[in-house]
């Protein structure tokens, strides 16, 4: 089981990985550019096995003041799909450490799960 989500981690992160070149091969450099690959980091961090708390904390403060430079001098900020954009960003912010906790919670759990498993095999082993 944890090889298939090792592998589907992986497909996944380099999903994020080819969003995020396309989002840096943006030309019109207002700021867009850069509020999207933020965003695309903070989900590639997501994906990771080792996932560091730290570094998902500076990626998300990234994110939200690259965002709010972008946003406040953004001469097209009424164009419907930038505010898309910059709303998806900020649904990324607001669900990423919801995700990430409860991530965490459940492998945390299996791995307390598989640690009486093994304890209980390793007893029924040796008491045959």
Not at 11 to 36: C, H, P, Y
Not at 119 to 126: D, E, F, P, Q, V
Request: neutral net charge; glycine residues 2%; charged residues 35%.
């Amino acid at each position: 089981i944890s090889s298939h989500l090792s592998d589907m981690a992986d497909l996944t992160t380099e999903f994020i990985d080819n969003w995020r070149k396309q989002a840096s091969d943006i030309t019109d450099d207002d700021g867009m550019r850069t509020v999207l690959s933020r965003s695309f980091d903070v989900l590639k961090n997501l994906c990771k096995e080792d996932w560091d708390a730290s570094s998902l904390e500076y990626q998300l403060e990234s994110m939200v003041v690259e965002r709010g430079i972008a946003m406040k001098y953004d001469n097209k900020r009424n164009a419907h799909l930038r505010d898309f954009f910059y709303g998806l960003s900020e649904s990324i912010q607001k669900t990423a450490p919801n995700c990430s906790l409860a991530d965490r919670k459940e492998a945390q759990l299996l791995k307390s799960l598989k640690k009486e498993y093994t304890k209980a095999r390793m007893k029924l082993k040796t008491s045959r």
